[in-house]
Structure formats: structure tokens, C-alpha cells
């Protein structure tokens, strides 16, 4: 027998969609300011351009004090904070985000128990700074409270352009760089960072020391180093999507995991018209291309589509995805 499902949660259930997709449909009739943070993520600072996105990162450093403060309570009606817990859920091993913004997801991490490490990245070093704030005030909460579970994991930053993400250099699988933010493999380190940042061990307590001098260098990391590569809301900002998500890719070990949160073209003719007619002011004001197929790019791309599911009228992606040729179990 199916089960029953009251009227109350009928009506609360009807109601939020009615909320979510009206939000949705004002957001993009009036142009507003992206509640998808795709300000937060830098765009590329690769000399190539696609569809006009180019170099933001001076915009995006600027914005990254009060960008959080704006966006909260668009990506609360619209159901997006609901969705990152969703997709970090799906998280597990040692996990590289990329666009990582101001960490709006640090603290869905530590609902993940399959999570061993966390490696954070972003072209824009005022929007990581902003994220390894909200870290080391987790971090003094945890051992204020003495916590044990749901406590952050072990966290990274680095300062990394996506669209050249990966070393070029043939190099064996190997860790994540450890919480000081250098790379476990002694042979990677020579390559992704200078000496004297391989020497210094600074302290957890403090951070601007310590990751200081670490984001004025853009780093990359080693391929087939990752279990999970994480993206919210980024390839709208980057100046080649299909080359940033080559890079992703690149980045996870065999069997590993791409997963993504992104905005784009609807499934709706109306709202792509919306989009398509707003989209080059969009782009000028924000540094985002809105009426991307990211369906289309994923594949482009070479990636294969595990699951997807898509909301506020299609234009709302959550996808989980994977090398061409490899399984991944979906937890």
C-alpha cells in the first residue's frame, strides 16, 4: 500500500514550490544579482575567452567581504543551501573544490563521514581568505565545544585557476596536500610551490601567517590525486567551462567522482528567452554567462552522466559525473 501523505504536508510541499519557482522566475525576469554564488568563484585568468567571460578576479576580490551577506537569503528561498547539503552528501575520500568562493559549503562537510580531507581552490585569493575565516571560526567552535563528530574536516586552501588546475608533469597518484596547505607528495611540492613556502610549518592559529604567503602563488595540483572533485555554481564564470571541467576530471583518481551544482539553460523556451535577452548584461555586470548548457558542456567535456536532476525550471543542475570508462558507486 502507498503510503498516505497528509494534506498538511501537501499543502507545505505545494507551497514551497510555489515559492521556489516564482522566486525563480522574478529572479531572472528582473536580472538581479545571482543568488547561485557565481560571483564568488573567480573567473579564469587564462588569456582565452568564451561567450565574453574573461578576467573578474579583481571584481570578485572586491566583493568577497559583504558577498555573503547579500546572497543568503536568495539561496535560502530558492532552496539552494538544500541543495549543496544534498550534493556534499554525495562527498567521500579526499575531496578537491574547486571555485570554492568564500566556503559556502565548509559547513555541509562535516555531515559527511566519508569525507578524509578537504582541499579548497579558487583564482580569487580575497574570496579564500573569506573561506579560511569561516574555517578557523568552525575549527575554535569544535574545540570550544569539545566536538568529536560532525567536526570539520582536515582543510586546505589553495590559491588555483580551474582552467589550469593540473600539472602537466607525469606524476604517480599520490595525497592531497596535508593541512598546511602543501602537498604530502615531496616530488609535486618542488613543482606547486617555491622553497620557502616547503620549509615554513605555520600554526593553525594563525591563518593570515600561514596562508599568507601560500595565496600569492596560483598553485596546481597532481592528477589522479582526488576521491571527489566538487563544483557549485562556477563554470557560468569560467572563460573555457569544457577545458575547466577537462581539468576536473583530471584531477580524480580512476573510479572517482565529479560532482556539480550549476545554473544554466532552462528546459523552458520562455525562460531561455529571458535568459538569452538579459544574458550579455548579466555577463557585464556579474561576470556570468547564465544561459550556458551545462548538460551539453559535462558531455563536450567527455564525462559521463551518472545521475542529474534539475530544478526552478530546469535551470538548476545537480549533477553527479564521472570519467568516460569508470563505474562509481552513488552513496
Known amino acids: 500500500m502507498a503510503p498516505k501523505i497528509s494534506p498538511r504536508v501537501l499543502a507545505i510541499g505545494g507551497a514551497l514550490y510555489i515559492a521556489t519557482s516564482s522566486a525563480t522566475y522574478l529572479y531572472l525576469k528582473n536580472g538581479k544579482p545571482s543568488p547561485c554564488s557565481c560571483q564568488s568563484h573567480g573567473a579564469s585568468s587564462s588569456s582565452s575567452s568564451i561567450d565574453g567571460v574573461g578576467n573578474s578576479i579583481g571584481t570578485f576580490d572586491r566583493i568577497a567581504r559583504d558577498y555573503d551577506d547579500k546572497i543568503n537569503v536568495d539561496e535560502l528561498l530558492m532552496g539552494i543551501k538544500l541543495l549543496r547539503r544534498f550534493l556534499i552528501k554525495e ?17 555541509y562537510y562535516s555531515s559527511s563521514p566519508e569525507i578524509r580531507s578537504v582541499t579548497l581552490t579558487d583564482a580569487s585569493r580575497e574570496m579564500l581568505l573569506r573561506a579560511h575565516e569561516k574555517y578557523s571560526a568552525a575549527v575554535s567552535e569544535g574545540k570550544a565545544k569539545k566536538k568529536k563528530d560532525n567536526s570539520v574536516p582536515e582543510t586546505s586552501f589553495l590559491l588555483a585557476d580551474v582552467e589550469n588546475l593540473c600539472l602537466e608533469t607525469s606524476v604517480r597518484p599520490s595525497d592531497p596536500p596535508s593541512a598546511d596547505g602543501l602537498p604530502r607528495d615531496t616530488n609535486a611540492a618542488t613543482t606547486v610551490m617555491p622553497d620557502a ?44 567551462p569544457v577545458k575547466a571541467l577537462s581539468e576536473m576530471a583530471k584531477a580524480l583518481k580512476p573510479g ?13 523556451n520562455f525562460i531561455n528567452k529571458i535568459l538569452d535577452s538579459s544574458a550579455d548584461t548579466h555577463l557585464e555586470k556579474w561576470g556570468c554567462r547564465w544561459n550556458r548548457d551545462i548538460e551539453g558542456l559535462v558531455k563536450e567535456a567527455g564525462l559521463e552522466v551518472v545521475s542529474m536532476a534539475r530544478w526552478h525550471f530546469g535551470t538548476t543542475y545537480v549533477i553527479i559525473c564521472s570519467k568516460k570508462g569508470t563505474c562509481i558507486d552513488i552513496l
Do not use: M
Request: glycine share 10%; proline share 7%; with cysteine.
Open 197 to 240: 613556502l616547503q620549509n615554513s610549518k605555520p600554526q593553525l592559529e594563525e591563518p593570515l601567517t600561514r596562508f599568507g604567503p601560500a595565496l600569492k602563488t596560483v598553485h596546481k595540483v597532481p592528477p589522479n590525486t582526488y576521491d571527489t572533485v566538487i563544483d557549485t555554481f562556477g563554470l557560468c564564470s569560467c572563460a573555457n
Open 256 to 268: 572517482g567522482q565529479l560532482l556539480l551544482l550549476e545554473h544554466g539553460r532552462s528546459t523552458w
Open 91 to 107: 562527498a567521500k575520500g579526499d575531496v578537491l573544490e574547486v571555485s570554492a568562493g568564500t566556503g559556502r559549503n565548509l559547513i
